[in-house]
């Protein structure tokens, strides 16, 4: 890697973290400024596709995720009462299972470990302020006023990115209507792989974590003005909503969702930027550039998808430029496919919801045809 040796990412969640892995893996000095002074990775599940630990597995990773989280099969999609009506997912990818359900906080923690293990050095509590981005270098002001010059930057800081607000213009998310709640369970021993419970106003399902807790993700439809609910509402109003599901794992359960802090409540958004998402020495990847909804749980796979095909890419090519326009030919139609689908299904979600769903829809089919082109290669 010739013409790229010293590599700023600014943000240091799943994208950066593993960006950092990646390339200090290839010889590059990598720095990662995060916002935050601490990382405060909030505790419940995350579901990894057999394609996302494909590319965990690039970075030597997989199987402590593994080790650590809890494989599974297909997910068992289910009426409100809990009966079984057909299994949805990713086919494995050899050795790698069609699904491992692991903690955010687990993840990260894999991650880090392995950032420190190759050396990146880490920047807490500070982020870009200004960027002036020339033809073979960036220079970077950073929010504490000390300055550095880079051969790239990476931005990697999210669906509010400031690297894309600074370079690439003023991208705004867009509200889909809906949000999901998300908290954490001891597991219950018949759950044996993924559950989703779809009800006639919302969507729950259940998910393994480790061998001893899962967690419980619930989307609903809360109104266009994307309403704030404060804390103390949280716990209420995400077990009224469950109150149409019979199903017998969702009623043992319900009556331990009490304690408003560990409830996750999130509007769910999207935002998909147009090629070319690079200009000069700076790129953008992951949720800064294309950002999903967590209809076919790729978000953070595509996250990772980008690191590793980027790091690949820089290693390879002469020229950088060559680089990053290979990099755009790898990512923006897979990365695009995923975000159209995704909010395609929960427009659909939405319409059935409202007992307005076309006839033959197959919401079924829509996630299996995604999720077969997500095991092809990258």
Not at 272 to 280: D, H, T
Request: glycine letters at 10%; charged letters at 20%.
């Amino acid at each position: 890697m010739p013409t790229v040796n010293k590599v700023l990412i600014v943000g240091g969640g799943i994208g950066g973290l593993s960006s950092g892995i990646a390339l200090a893996k290839n010889g590059c000095s990598v720095t990662i400024a995060e916002l935050h002074k601490e990382f405060n990775v909030y505790g419940v599940g995350i579901i990894q596709p057999a394609n996302a630990l494909r590319a965990l597995d690039a970075l030597g990773l997989a199987e402590e995720a593994l080790r650590r989280g809890s494989p599974y099969g297909m997910v068992k999609m289910c009426t409100a009462a809990g009966h079984v009506f057909t299994e949805v997912g990713v086919p494995s990818i050899g050795r790698l299972p069609s699904h491992n359900g692991i903690s955010r906080r687990i993840l990260h923690e894999i991650l880090y470990e392995e950032a420190v293990k190759q050396g990146v050095v880490f920047r807490m509590g500070t982020s870009v302020a200004a960027i002036e981005n020339k033809g073979e270098e960036v220079s970077v002001q950073f929010t504490d006023d000390s300055t550095g010059t880079y051969d790239l930057l990476i931005g990697a800081d999210g669906i509010n990115s400031k690297v894309r607000s600074l370079v690439f213009g003023n991208y705004k998310p867009r509200y889909t209507n809906e949000s999901v709640w998300r908290y954490p369970f001891k597991r219950l021993p018949e759950l044996e792989t993924g559950y989703m419970f779809m009800g006639r106003h919302s969507k729950a399902g259940l998910i393994p974590m480790t061998a001893d807790t899962m967690y419980m993700f619930l989307v609903t439809s809360e109104g266009e003005d994307n309403p704030f609910i404060p804390e103390h509402e949280l716990v209420p109003r995400m077990r009224a909503w469950l109150g149409e599901y019979s199903a017998p794992m969702i009623k043992k359960v319900v009556d331990e969702i009490t304690d408003p802090k560990k409830v996750v409540y999130r509007p769910l958004e999207v935002l998909f930027v147009p090629a070319p998402w690079y200009e000069n020495r700076v790129v953008l990847i992951g949720d800064a550039v294309h950002a999903t909804i967590p209809q076919l749980g790729q978000g953070a796979g595509l996250a990772l998808e980008d690191s590793i095909v980027l790091a690949e890419l820089l290693q390879k090519e002469s020229e950088v430029e060559e680089a990053l326009h290979k990099f755009m030919d790898r990512r923006l139609a897979r990365c695009k496919m995923v975000v159209d689908t995704s909010v395609q299904l929960g427009e659909l979600e939405q319409l059935d919801w409202k007992g307005r769903l076309p006839e033959g829809t197959n919401l079924g089919a829509i996630i299996g045809k995604a999720s077969a082109a997500m095991m092809q290669p990258i």
